[in-house]
């Protein structure tokens, strides 16, 4: 079964850091775009970054600067580092990614659990 798996959400203070990860993990062969998603209760769920295959980024404008999206295809992980945390980015964060996978074969989106990133002022 083909599944990600994120971790390292939790609480932080106000212009705090915080780094997650999203591990993608099954019978893939191979994973084209990569991305972080947010979503607060009731709203719709937020592009924050996107990465390609080749390693071009994307980033919301409220983001830039501040967040950073990354790869590591030999792990098949992705990751996103938060800097200067503010109280508007607490949201429940997923990671998403398009992936190939064997066995069947097959290709379409897989989404993360979702981590809650929390900011206090």
């Known amino acids: 079964q083909v599944q990600l798996v994120e971790s390292g959400g939790g609480l932080v203070q106000a212009g705090g850091s915080l780094r997650l990860s999203c591990a993608a993990s099954?019978?893939?062969?191979?994973?084209?775009?990569m991305g972080w998603y947010r979503q607060a209760p009731g709203k719709q769920r937020e592009l924050v970054a996107i990465?390609?295959?080749?390693?071009?980024?994307n980033y919301a404008e409220s983001v830039k600067g501040r967040f950073t999206i990354s790869r590591d295809n030999g792990k098949n992980t992705e990751y996103q580092q938060m800097n200067s945390l503010k109280p508007e980015d607490t949201d429940v964060y997923y990671c998403?990614?398009?992936?190939?996978?064997?066995?069947?074969?097959?290709?379409?989106?897989?989404w993360g659990q979702g981590t809650q990133v929390a900011v206090s002022s």
């Open positions: 998403r990614a398009e992936i190939v996978a064997r066995m069947p074969w097959s290709i379409r989106s897989y």
């Open positions: 990465i390609t295959s080749g390693g071009s980024t």
């Open positions: 099954g019978s893939i062969f191979g994973i084209n775009d």
